[in-house]
Structure formats: structure tokens, C-alpha cells
């Protein structure tokens, strides 16, 4: 009965009416879609690993130091870390405290972007030795090559002794290269002195070498160092064997070119001295002859009768 009572015009003001409410809704609706959109590209979260504790610098990162939290991407920087296995056995470049975000300009790609402690294999130490321009072949030995360390000990009376003490050693570190020891060799002459019989080299070309190598076997290299002298052999890119079994070799005493001046003999002691004395008494018996030869010349004899003496002529 409401439809007999409204009039066209009123139709038309009706119709108008629900299509605006439509239109405002229509719009409302829209903008809260965009406004929700806006949002959550405002809040946009990205992975990102940080430090679970205080690392120290020069520190390898073990996944146990880190974590992994969700952060606003834009407040990540490009450089943030955003797996644990990225920066895992890799050692920090700086002091990172509990709560920072990992980036890789903290932590180095290489270890060996660490300086030299990242030159070190993980089961060795560096030990140094001093060497010459001989024992150190010459400065053609290069840090990164590997060499052979042998111990030459002895002299001429006792014999010289060599060993091989350890093959394969990586050569960390040498403060000399083959240009300068021949610079020194031109300018201060060879100077090899024979100690003993054993070549010294140049005092003047003194260097050391660093090699990389076990504790153990550190020790046993700066103990026989002590010893004698030591001698560094330069490996080849691809030796044909890489261990050699026949390690040591000997060369015996010289012999002396004079012989041995005899002992002097010894005064004879007062036990001796009695025993002595028959080699002495023919010697001793002469005069008594000469003695008694007058006395015959003379026809001078003497008579024993009992316990009397007479002399006669």
C-alpha cells in the first residue's frame, strides 16, 4: 500500500538517496583496503641475524653467538646478514655487542683477510728460525711455499751429523727476499766462515723465517736449533715424493795427519826406586877394577887369617 502513496517525484528522491549511501559505502570500503595496504608496506618485516652474545674481535662466529629476529625492512641495511650460514667459521673484523645486527663489513669473507694469525692453519702455531743466505736457500723461499728443515751438527773431531727433522712445513713468513741477499752478497762479499768445518753463510744477510707447524713439532724445531744449524729445502710445485724415508746421514771424525806425541815418563815413585837399582849396578862396578889395578902393580896383596890382616910385598 506504501507504493500507491508515493508519487514519481518521490520515487526518483528515493532512488537517488540509496545511490549515494551505495557510492559512500563503495568508497569507504575502498579506502580502508588502500589505507590497510599502505600499512602493511610501512611494516614490512625481513629476517636479519644479530648477536646472541658479546664476540670479541678476530673471533670465528659459531652458530651458538647468533640468533635470528624479524626487523622492519627499512630500517635493515643492505649489507645485513640475513642467514646464520653465511657468516658461520668466519672471524669478526670488530668487537660486536649483544643485540647488533651482523653485517658483513664485521665479519670477514676470508679468514685470511684477518692479517697473519689468518695465514695459520687452525692445528698449527708459527715459529720462527734464524737463517742466512745459505741455509735459507738463498731468499727464493717465498711465504706460501712449502720446504724441508734439516740439522747439521757436529765438528771435525767428533764427526758432523745430518737429519732430516720435518718435510712438508708451509713457509708463513720470510723477512728477506732473493734480490736483497743478493744485493748483500755483491756489496759485503760472501763471507763464509768454516766454524768447525760447518758453512755459516753471511752474518751480515741474517734472517728469519716463519714456519707454520704443530706444537710438538715447534718445540722439537726450537730445541734443535740449539743443536747445530739449521737448514731450509725449497720444495718443487709437485715433488715426485713427498716424504723421503732416508733421513740421516754421517760423516766420521778426521783423522789426525801427525802422530800422537808419545807420553813423557813419569818420575818413579819411592816404592819403585829400589827396584831400580840392579840396572844401575854394572854400571857402578867399574870403578872398583880400575881401583884394584894399581894395587896389583904395585905387588901389594893382603893375607886373611881368621880375624887378622897382614899386608906383604
Known amino acids: 500500500m506504501l507504493e500507491s502513496k508515493l508519487t514519481y517525484k518521490q520515487w526518483v528522491s528515493l532512488a537517488a538517496g540509496v545511490s ?17 595496504a599502505k600499512d602493511s608496506k610501512q611494516v614490512e618485516m625481513v629476517r636479519v641475524v644479530v648477536a646472541k652474545q658479546d664476540i670479541p674481535e678476530r673471533t670465528v662466529i659459531k652458530e651458538s653467538m647468533l640468533n635470528v629476529v624479524d626487523m622492519p625492512a627499512d630500517v635493515v641495511p643492505a649489507e ?11 672471524p669478526t673484523s670488530v668487537a ?26 687452525p692445528n698449527c702455531r708459527a715459529v720462527s728460525v734464524a737463517i742466512t743466505d745459505i741455509t735459507g736457500v738463498s731468499g727464493f723461499a717465498k711465504p706460501g711455499d712449502f720446504v724441508d728443515v734439516m740439522l747439521v751438527s757436529g765438528s771435525r773431531e767428533t764427526g758432523f751429523k745430518g737429519e732430516v727433522l ?12 732473493g734480490s736483497q741477499a743478493a744485493d748483500n752478497n755483491k756489496s759485503e762479499g760472501n763471507d763464509r766462515s768454516e766454524e768447525n768445518g760447518a758453512i755459516k753463510g753471511s752474518s751480515d744477510a ?25 737448514y731450509l729445502v725449497l720444495r718443487p710445485v709437485a715433488p715426485a715424493d713427498v716424504f723421503s ?13 801427525t802422530a800422537a806425541p808419545q807420553p813423557r ?17 854394572p854400571a857402578s862396578a867399574g870403578p872398583p877394577k880400575q881401583a884394584a889395578q894399581p894395587a896389583a902393580q ?16
Open 20 to 36: 549515494c549511501l551505495l557510492g559512500m559505502l563503495v568508497y569507504f570500503s575502498l579506502s580502508s583496503v588502500e589505507t590497510a
Open 80 to 90: 645485513a646478514v640475513h642467514e646464520v650460514s653465511e657468516i658461520t667459521g668466519s
Open 96 to 121: 660486536i655487542q649483544k643485540g647488533d645486527l651482523l653485517t658483513t663489513k664485521k665479519v670477514y669473507a676470508d679468514v685470511r683477510m684477518a692479517g697473519f694469525t689468518g695465514t695459520i692453519p
Open 166 to 177: 720435518l718435510q712438508n712445513v708451509q713457509l708463513l713468513a720470510i723477512n728477506k727476499t
Open 206 to 230: 741474517m734472517a728469519t723465517a716463519t714456519l707454520a707447524l704443530p706444537l710438538d713439532e715447534a718445540l722439537k724445531l726450537a730445541t734443535a736449533s740449539q743443536k747445530g744449524t739449521i
Open 245 to 257: 724415508i732416508d733421513t740421516d746421514y754421517m760423516i766420521p771424525a778426521e783423522r789426525q795427519s
Open 265 to 281: 815418563a813419569s818420575a818413579p815413585s819411592p816404592a819403585a826406586a829400589p827396584a831400580a837399582a840392579p840396572a844401575v849396578a
Open 298 to 313: 904395585g905387588g901389594h896383596f893382603e893375607i886373611i887369617r881368621g880375624v887378622q890382616k897382614n899386608g906383604e910385598r
